[in-house]
């Protein structure tokens, strides 16, 4: 009875009111992106950024989704807000929840042109690195992130 009662009210509300609803009930989370870049060389993008741990500064791109926008294009803003540089969003790599109010999308992309010229409030420097040379204060996260997509890689182009 209390079920059909419930239902009964739900579909009373409609449209914006159920939207109202279901924001007021669950979690918020900001959502973090970001993006491993490559060049035609198959380099990545690292960024060496100012408002991390000294000891592990090196990452790739990565930035927080505003509200409304797609998670691909946050990576195509957020790389060229960087690093001036214009990417082409690839296939979905990694989508993490579970984070107290945050969850985290990676995608890979590719360099498409632009003129590498950083931001200097948020980064100290951008360089390519070749898979096998990745610096030392890589985030670790994103180190595993370039060589599992690496493996893709590699056997995508074995077929």
Same mark, same amino acid.
């Given at each position: 009875?209390?079920?059909?009662?419930?239902?009964?009210?739900?579909?009373?509300?409609?449209?914006?009111?159920?939207?109202?609803?279901?924001?007021?009930?669950?979690?918020?989370?900001?959502?973090?992106?970001?993006?491993?870049?490559?060049?035609?060389?198959?380099?990545?993008?690292?960024?060496?950024?100012?408002?991390?741990?000294?000891?592990?500064?090196?990452?790739?791109?990565?930035?927080?989704?505003?509200?409304?926008?797609?998670?691909?294009?946050?990576? $195509?803003?957020?790389?060229?807000?960087?690093?001036?540089?214009?990417?082409? $969003?690839?296939?979905?790599?990694?989508?993490?929840?579970?984070?107290?109010?945050r969850a985290e999308v990676t995608y890979e992309a590719r360099l498409t042109g632009g003129t590498l010229r950083i931001d200097p409030f948020?980064?100290?420097?951008?360089r390519w690195f070749a898979v096998d040379e990745l610096p030392d204060g890589l985030l670790?996260?994103?180190?595993?992130?370039?060589?599992?997509?690496?493996?893709?890689?590699?056997?995508?182009?074995?077929?």
């Amino acid at each position: 009875m209390f079920s059909r009662f419930t239902a009964w009210i739900w579909h009373g509300l409609r449209g914006s009111l159920q939207w109202r609803v279901l924001w007021m009930s669950h979690a918020k989370f900001v959502v973090g992106v970001t993006g491993i870049v490559r060049d035609e060389q198959q380099h990545v993008l690292l960024l060496r950024h100012r408002m991390w741990s000294k000891r592990r500064p090196w990452g790739l791109p990565t930035g927080f989704a505003v509200k409304g926008e797609e998670f691909g294009d946050t990576v $195509v803003r957020e790389v060229r807000e960087e690093t001036g540089l214009d990417v082409a $969003v690839g296939r979905l790599v990694r989508l993490n929840s579970g984070f107290k109010l945050r969850a985290e999308v990676t995608y890979e992309a590719r360099l498409t042109g632009g003129t590498l010229r950083i931001d200097p409030f948020e980064i100290l420097e951008a360089r390519w690195f070749a898979v096998d040379e990745l610096p030392d204060g890589l985030l670790d996260a994103h180190r595993r992130l370039i060589l599992e997509t690496t493996v893709g890689l590699s056997q995508t182009a074995e077929r």
